[in-house]
């Protein structure tokens, strides 16, 4: 595993926790060749959208990155957590896929609720509204951790304001995370990427293996979240 202070101060000595457990095993550091200006300038223009600066610094500092860390259950070293941000050339645009004109089901627009839900004092995403959605991290099929721009209300052409972090659950619902992607990255660390970690951030919760792993690697996140 690369030690360099480099990887150290990008994951914020997470590598170093892990190795003061003794049930934790190994942990592997996957991250990229930093992206160049003019990759980060071509992607902007590619989806009229400027990306954060927060997020343009990750970049060039590594294009994309992913963390997994193993322990041993059983006697078995089975993997655990995973903490993974997308590289900008998977970086893209998600939306609701449009129905054939011959179709009768309905469209994820059609059944979107033309309400203005408001979570933690943020209202909610909505692709109808020409919310630009991109996708951060797969969560393993749990949901998605998106980047979304809001499109201004005043705005006719299609800028957007500064974006913020949201977790999309399965039943295609947003919830809050954070303001800005230093913030989430630091919440993921903070959850050592136990497996759905985000739904702490929705009314129904985790399930109940996230919420022991939880306990067991970092109980005091189940106590409160931390502010963004």
């Known amino acids: 595993m690369d030690r360099s202070p480099f990887i150290e101060n990008l994951t914020l000595g997470i590598a170093k926790y892990f190795e003061k ?3 934790v095993k ?26 954060p600066q927060d997020l343009k610094n990750f970049y060039l500092a590594t294009d994309g990155l992913q963390i997994k860390w193993y322990w041993k259950q ?11 941000i997308a590289r900008l050339s998977h970086l893209k645009l998600i939306g609701p896929k449009r129905q054939s004109v011959n179709s009768e089901l309905p469209s994820l627009l059609d059944i979107e609720s033309d309400s203005e839900d408001v979570c933690d ?6 692709f109808k509204d020409g919310c630009k959605i991109f996708v951060l991290d797969h969560c393993q099929g749990a949901g998605k951790v998106c980047l ?7 705005s006719s052409d299609g800028s957007s304001q500064q974006p913020s972090i949201w977790f999309l659950d399965r039943a295609l619902d947003f919830h809050y995370l954070t303001s800005d992607f230093v913030s989430y990255y630091r919440l993921a660390l903070a959850h050592l990427g136990i497996p759905q970690w985000q ?27 931390i502010p963004s």
């Open 121 to 126: 004092g943020h209202l909610k995403p909505k």
């Open 74 to 84: 059983r006697g078995e070293t089975v993997p655990c957590g995973v903490i993974e």
């Open 26 to 51: 190994s942990t592997v550091i996957s991250e990229k060749t930093h992206v160049h200006e003019a990759a980060l300038t071509s992607w902007e223009q590619k989806n009229s959208c400027v990306l």
């Open 199 to 225: 739904l702490l951030f929705t009314p129904y919760g985790p399930p109940t293996k996230t919420r022991l792993l939880l306990n067991m690697f970092a109980p005091e996140r189940l106590i409160q979240k």
């Open 21 to 23: 457990l003794p049930c």
């Open 148 to 154: 979304v721009y809001p499109k201004r209300k005043d």
